[in-house]
């Protein structure tokens, strides 16, 4: 659409909501004032940084992780939200899933990880002056059984994902505390 034929519609839309006593103009500028959080899988369609190499994607999940341009690295992500953040109007947040943990010098399991492997992303959002929220990931790792987690028969099973859980939420809460601003630890289960 055109500038000209934009500025146009907008116009008579805030003429339209004026009628109804809404002030446009107003509600966008509460708008752009709301923290929006972009998810991390989106600049690597969910394949997180826990695998070196990258790992199969599974357990229900509607995405194949290898699209071509994604990012391969946490640097990758962190240049590409950049040029997103760039492009996108408003407050932006970033949220992490547990699987973006930056673990160089060994494997961590996720019922052991601490705030440690996300320093980097903490340092990052600081230097940004962002927020970040951080959510666990139940999906895409050996534990996964019959589909289920949380909810899985076996006491050890369901123990890891509780522990899993637990872990995600003091690393989120430890997010918050670096940053001073709220960290949404979200649960998709």
């Given at each position: 659409?055109?500038t000209?034929?934009?500025?146009?519609?907008?116009?008579?839309?805030?003429?339209?909501?004026?009628?109804?006593?809404?002030d446009?103009?107003?509600?966008?500028?509460?708008?752009?004032?709301?923290?929006?959080?972009?998810?991390?899988?989106?600049?690597?369609?969910?394949?997180?940084?826990?695998?070196?190499?990258?790992?199969?994607?599974?357990?229900?999940?509607?995405?194949?992780?290898?699209?071509?341009?994604?990012?391969?690295?946490?640097?990758?992500?962190?240049t590409?939200f950049?040029?997103?953040?760039?492009?996108i109007?408003?407050?932006?947040?970033?949220?992490?899933?547990?699987?973006y943990?930056?673990?160089?010098?060994?494997?961590?399991?996720?019922?052991?990880?601490?705030?440690?492997?996300?320093?980097?992303?903490i340092?990052?959002?600081?230097?940004?002056?962002?927020?970040l929220?951080?959510?666990?990931?139940?999906?895409?790792h050996?534990?996964?059984?019959?589909?289920?987690?949380?909810?899985?028969?076996?006491?050890s099973?369901?123990?890891?994902?509780?522990e899993?859980?637990?872990?995600?939420?003091?690393?989120?809460?430890?997010?918050g505390?670096?940053?001073?601003?709220?960290?949404?630890?979200?649960?998709?289960?």
């Open positions: 659409m055109k000209k034929s934009l500025d146009l519609a907008y116009r008579l839309a805030r003429e339209r909501y004026a009628e109804l006593g809404v446009t103009d107003r509600a966008l500028k509460t708008a752009a004032r709301i923290p929006i959080s972009m998810h991390c899988w989106q600049g690597d369609d969910v394949g997180g940084f826990e695998h070196a190499g990258g790992a199969a994607l599974g357990d229900g999940l509607a995405v194949i992780g290898n699209y071509p341009g994604k990012a391969r690295t946490p640097a990758e992500l962190r590409d950049a040029r997103a953040r760039a492009l109007p408003g407050t932006q947040r970033f949220n992490l899933h547990a699987s943990a930056e673990t160089p010098d060994r494997k961590v399991e996720r019922d052991a990880l601490t705030e440690r492997q996300f320093e980097s992303w340092a990052w959002a600081r230097k940004l002056g962002i927020g929220d951080f959510n666990p990931t139940y999906f895409s050996p534990l996964v059984k019959d589909g289920c987690t949380l909810s899985h028969p076996d006491p099973v369901r123990r890891f994902w509780i899993h859980g637990i872990r995600c939420r003091e690393i989120g809460a430890a997010m505390r670096a940053l001073g601003r709220t960290c949404l630890t979200n649960l998709w289960i």
